[in-house]
């Protein structure tokens, strides 16, 4: 990579607010027009920075949602933390045609493109599927056959982020296998797992160690230490787990 072109990456720029989307009661998506942007790879982040007038700083970092397909658009998808100083102002008094200071992508090793092939198994909790988001809508676009399973853990099916886009590029698909579980309430009939992610359950839903995949997880810090160690003993390799910790558990 060009010296000039990571330092660009590292320049504050700021983005403006096209569009935004309820996704559930507490996640946002939010699509930002950054005319300099040079471009992202499925799994990167940008960092995020609010100034007050006081000139208080405060700087966070998320996930890139959308495809790098979609450039100069880039999506971001936050979920309020209630004690939050940032995300409850994302998700709550940001509008269309509001100007964002952001600085990226970010992030060189939680990356998948569709030339690093697969078997993909992508693993979220919460409001880490954001960065498998991408990974799935990139698959999507660039027209890859690379097969993909997704086990997604939400707190009930209200707090499913992307429920119907996910179920859309699932239906009839043979490459997207999409299997969710809830861990707190369930709906009467529901036909996922119903607890939180365990070994039984990864050997149920992920690809056999010997397909050899490519494995990204991503959620709260002790989900994600949780599924990777299930998963090593699975015979998964370790330098096929890619894992990216998004903060404390809610
Ligand atoms: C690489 C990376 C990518 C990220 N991508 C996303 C993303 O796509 N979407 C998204 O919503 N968030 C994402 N995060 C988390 C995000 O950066 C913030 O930490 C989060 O929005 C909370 O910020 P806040 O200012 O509202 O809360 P803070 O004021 O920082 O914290 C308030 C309270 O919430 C707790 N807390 C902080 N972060 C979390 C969290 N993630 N989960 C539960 N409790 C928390 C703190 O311990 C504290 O008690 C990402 C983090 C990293 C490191």
Redesign the pocket.
């Known amino acids: 990579m060009e010296g000039a072109e990571v330092l660009g990456r590292l320049n504050w720029q700021f983005g403006e607010v096209v569009a935004t989307q309820r996704e559930t009661d507490r996640?946002k998506s939010i699509t930002l027009s950054v005319p300099d942007w040079s471009g992202h790879r499925a799994g990167q982040?940008v960092d995020l920075r609010l100034t007050s007038e006081d000139g208080y700083h405060?700087e966070?970092?998320?996930?890139?949602?959308s495809a790098p397909e979609d450039r100069p658009r880039v999506t971001?998808?936050?979920?309020?933390?209630?004690?939050?100083?940032?995300?409850?102002?994302?998700t709550d008094e940001l509008h269309e045609g509001d100007k964002l200071e952001l600085r990226g992508p970010?992030?060189g090793y939680?990356v998948w493109e569709a030339s690093m092939g697969g078997p993909l198994f992508l693993v979220a909790g919460?409001?880490?599927i954001?960065?498998l988001m991408a990974m799935i809508r990139h698959q999507a676009a660039s027209g890859s056959s690379v097969p993909t399973r997704l086990l997604y853990s939400s707190r009930s099916l209200a707090e499913i982020i992307y429920r119907d886009e996910l179920e859309r590029l699932a239906q009839g698909s043979k490459r997207l296998e999409v299997r969710h579980t809830l861990t707190r309430e369930a709906p009467t009939g529901w036909a996922g797992y119903h607890r939180r992610v365990d070994a039984d359950m990864l050997r149920e839903v992920a690809w056999p160690a010997d397909k050899h995949p490519l494995t990204y997880i991503?959620g709260?810090t002790p989900f994600v230490e949780a599924t990777a160690t299930f998963l090593a003993a699975l015979g998964y390799a370790s330098q096929r787990i890619k894992t990216?910790?998004?903060?404390?558990?809610?």
């Open positions: 996640a982040h405060a966070r970092s998320y996930s890139i949602a971001i998808t936050v979920e309020r933390i209630e004690t939050g100083e940032v995300s409850p102002y994302l970010i992030g939680f919460g409001s880490g954001v960065p991503c709260p990216e910790r998004f903060g404390p558990s809610g």
